[in-house]
């Protein structure tokens, strides 16, 4: 049995036996059937290459693809010869299909400042973005990073790299000055787009000002083009600092969108992993278009009139996939809010869906139990009847948090789609099409088109229903991930390598005799904390980078809001004492707040066995405050948990 840190609600899932069905009259009005699910699903594994042709025949091409799939594994090339530009067929290509007046995007910023771009606004943009890009000698293949508040201009300067070739790399803005200038020079990229500040309960987060001093320690970094969004004094280089909204001004809005490879990178997003160093996960052009493009359709039940708001940060994958490249390729109008959920209070989220009469709400777990915490009350007092279709992402969804996301906020009326996938995966991977499927609170569901899952030990021995396993996928998908960006020997390792001939997640799951998948957790040493991935090593790092710590070990302790919270167990380098606080203070200035323990054990040793090995099984245990289970006979000193047991968390 894979291990995991959330025990209780893994209980409460296998247990969990109801089943929602979608009303007649959602069903009756769904873009996909159960026939037409089950026919089109058998398609895409029997006849892939007809499959594939014809939903990458819905995009615009500018030379079409010789062959569908070139597998060799683990290297995968989709739509092999073909040309495309994904910022084309979100933008031109729509606008040449009637929508330029249509609202692209809808913005809403946290001080209550609402922008709205139509397609054809968007395009010109976009346009000017890409010029002024070209005009900073950004060539094709070069890498822009983006560090930058959620605001329109992010997907303005996602969509003008794609139109130009250009590989961009977002880094979340929550993420320290150090994390930022690793991310870059892994990516050694040549640009930075940044803002002044953006707003995050009501403070400025000073994102130039980080910028300016990661750029201290870049000697790749050439340029910095600059917006302006809260208006706060900034340093100035003028050799290298370019103002976004002067150089737009100046720029023409006339630009050839230029035709890419099919194979033509995309962009690079930086994960945590097993390992200390986050990975450069590496998308490209053709394959991940479709899949984004086919997968929000189908999963979203895309119609016309949608109003359709996912809150991610363009900082995660689900933000690149889901808020930008999806929803513009299929001409949605886009709703998305650059602050926090309780942000002047909890009423927030509900107040945008009623003011924007938003139809789909695409979130995550952890804010959905936050809201819960907060009572049924607030949501009460906004009219959320707009809303038609909910979706959940990045972590397990408890069987209680599912229900009351459907009571409270669907009024029993909305479909709840549980989408599980990864940033290595590009688009979703499992779910239940809302109108061909019943929902059971807590399992994600059943396979997207071309996706063959399986359960699978380490060994690479497959196990059938009820088993809990390893879950792996048998066969390469358009929108997966390429390679590691500089380490494709990390790349074959980690994901086609583990267990011979199949891609695996690094997540435990199970199946049930509907064939639904429940998503159990990570089997590796990367924990999910507020739905963010974190590498326990990575946090480790940056723990025994303080003075202070001579060695420590971190691990997931379940947590009832965010899913996981994050423990250290560190040892005192002799002549220092451990101070917490400043502990959690260094630690966001290596990785970011979002990495902070929330509980720090001070300790005289760790348990570990007679080669050295940390048993982090146990320290699982003693952070979760459950009694020790297992053998403790391979310990060096198995006295070491009592001590630690009995030690308070500071
Ligand atoms: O453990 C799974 C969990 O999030 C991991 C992927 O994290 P990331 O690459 O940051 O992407 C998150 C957004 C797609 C997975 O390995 N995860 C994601 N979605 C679900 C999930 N776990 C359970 N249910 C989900 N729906």
């Known amino acids: 049995m894979p291990h995991t840190n959330s025990h209780d609600h893994i209980d409460a899932m296998l247990h969990e036996t109801r089943v929602i069905a979608p009303s007649e009259e959602f069903q009756a009005r769904a873009r996909v059937t159960r026939e037409e699910y089950e026919r089109r699903y058998r398609q895409s594994l029997e006849q892939p290459d007809q499959f594939w042709s014809e939903v990458a025949g819905e995009l615009h091409w500018t030379k079409p693809w010789?062959?569908?799939?070139?597998?060799?594994?683990?290297?995968?090339?989709?739509?092999?010869?073909?040309?495309?530009?994904?910022?084309?067929?979100?933008?031109?290509?729509?606008?040449?299909?009637?929508?330029?007046?249509?609202?692209?995007?809808?913005?809403?910023?946290?001080?209550?400042?609402?922008?709205t771009y139509t397609y054809a606004e968007l395009l010109r943009e976009v346009k000017r973005a890409a010029n002024v890009l070209l005009a900073l000698g950004v060539q094709p293949g070069d890498r822009v990073t983006l560090y930058m508040p959620l605001i329109p201009e992010a997907a303005v300067a996602m969509l003008a790299c794609a139109r130009i070739g250009a590989v961009h790399s977002v880094v979340f803005g929550g993420f320290s000055v150090s994390a930022l200038s690793d991310r870059i020079n892994d990516a050694q990229s040549k640009v930075l787009i940044t803002a002044d500040a953006g707003y995050r309960r009501g403070q400025p987060?000073?994102?130039?000002?980080?910028?300016?001093?990661?750029?201290?320690?870049?000697?790749?970094?050439?340029?910095?083009?600059?917006?302006?969004?809260?208006?706060?004094?900034?340093?100035?280089?003028?050799?290298?600092?370019?103002?976004?909204?002067?150089?737009?001004?100046?720029?023409?809005?006339?630009?050839?969108?230029?035709?890419?490879?099919?194979?033509?990178?995309?962009?690079?997003?930086?994960?945590?992993?097993?390992?200390?160093k986050p990975k450069g996960v590496q998308?490209?052009?053709?394959?991940?278009?479709?899949?984004?493009?086919?997968?929000?359709?189908?999963?979203?039940?895309?119609?016309?009139?949608?109003?359709?708001?996912?809150?991610?940060?363009?900082?995660?994958?689900?933000?690149?996939?889901?808020?930008?490249?999806?929803?513009?390729?299929?001409?949605?109008?886009?709703?998305?809010?650059?602050?926090?959920?309780?942000?002047?209070?909890?009423?927030r989220f509900w107040s945008l869906i009623e003011k924007h009469r938003v139809t789909i709400l695409y979130t995550a777990p952890t804010a959905i139990r936050a809201f819960m915490q907060h009572g049924d009350e607030i949501p009460g007092r906004y009219d959320l009847s707009s809303l038609r279709l909910l979706g959940s992402v990045g972590e397990?969804?408890?069987?209680?948090?599912?229900?009351?996301?459907?009571?409270?906020?669907?009024?029993?009326?909305?479909?709840?789609?549980?989408?599980?996938?990864?940033?290595?995966?590009?688009?979703?991977?499992?779910?239940?099409?809302?109108?061909?499927?019943?929902?059971?609170?807590?399992?994600?569901?059943?396979?997207?088109?071309?996706v063959e899952p399986a359960l699978m030990t380490r060994e690479g021995e497959e196990l059938g229903a009820d088993d809990g396993g390893l879950l792996v996928i048998k066969r390469?998908?358009?929108?997966?991930?390429?390679?590691?960006?500089?380490?494709?020997?990390?790349?074959?390792?980690?994901?086609?390598?583990?267990?011979?001939?199949?891609?695996?997640?690094?997540?435990?799951?199970?199946?049930?005799?509907?064939?639904?998948?429940?998503i159990v957790g990570r089997v590796d040493d990367v924990l999910n904390v507020s739905g963010h991935r974190l590498g326990t090593m990575e946090i480790e790092s940056a723990l025994v980078a303080h003075p202070s710590v001579s060695e420590a070990a971190v691990v997931g302790k379940p947590d009832p809001i965010k899913g996981e919270s994050v423990v250290a167990f560190v040892l005192t380098q002799d002549g220092y004492t451990v101070d917490p606080t400043e502990l959690r203070a260094h630690v966001s200035r290596e990785i970011g707040a979002l990495a902070r323990p929330d509980s720090i054990i001070v300790s005289d040793a760790l348990p570990k066995?007679?080669?050295?090995?940390?048993?982090?099984?146990?320290?699982?245990?003693?952070?979760?405050?459950?009694?020790?289970?297992?053998?403790?006979?391979?310990?060096?000193?198995?006295?070491?948990l009592e001590r630690l047991a009995a030690t308070p968390p500071a």
């Open 396 to 450: 397990p969804i408890n069987p209680e948090a599912w229900m009351w996301y459907w009571r409270v906020i669907g009024g029993e009326r909305c479909p709840v789609v549980d989408t599980w996938w990864q940033t290595e995966t590009g688009s979703i991977m499992l779910t239940t099409l809302p109108g061909a499927f019943s929902s059971k609170p807590g399992s994600a569901g059943v396979p997207m088109y071309g």
């Open 283 to 347: 998308h490209t052009t053709g394959g991940y278009m479709v899949g984004t493009y086919l997968t929000t359709q189908t999963v979203f039940d895309l119609r016309d009139d949608d109003v359709y708001w996912c809150t991610a940060d363009v900082g995660w994958i689900t933000g690149h996939s889901y808020s930008v490249y999806g929803p513009l390729l299929n001409g949605a109008t886009v709703v998305m809010y650059e602050g926090a959920p309780n942000q002047p209070d909890w009423g």
């Open 205 to 276: 987060v000073p994102l130039k000002k980080n910028a300016d001093v990661a750029a201290q320690n870049t000697p790749t970094l050439e340029k910095m083009l600059v917006v302006r969004r809260a208006g706060v004094e900034v340093a100035w280089e003028p050799e290298r600092d370019v103002w976004w909204h002067e150089a737009i001004e100046a720029a023409s809005d006339e630009h050839e969108a230029a035709p890419l490879d099919s194979e033509h990178p995309l962009f690079i997003l930086y994960t945590s992993g097993s390992t200390g």
């Open 66 to 115: 010789e062959q569908v799939l070139d597998w060799q594994e683990p290297h995968a090339q989709w739509f092999v010869g073909g040309q495309t530009n994904v910022a084309y067929n979100a933008l031109d290509r729509n606008v040449q299909r009637g929508l330029g007046d249509k609202r692209a995007i809808v913005w809403e910023g946290e001080d209550g400042e609402v922008r």
């Open 476 to 518: 390469p998908w358009p929108s997966m991930l390429r390679t590691i960006y500089g380490d494709d020997e990390r790349y074959r390792k980690s994901y086609w390598g583990e267990i011979k001939g199949v891609y695996f997640a690094g997540d435990g799951a199970r199946r049930d005799a509907d064939g639904y998948y429940t």
């Open 609 to 640: 066995t007679r080669s050295g090995k940390i048993m982090r099984r146990f320290l699982r245990q003693i952070a979760a405050g459950k009694p020790i289970e297992g053998d403790t006979s391979t310990l060096e000193d198995p006295s070491v």
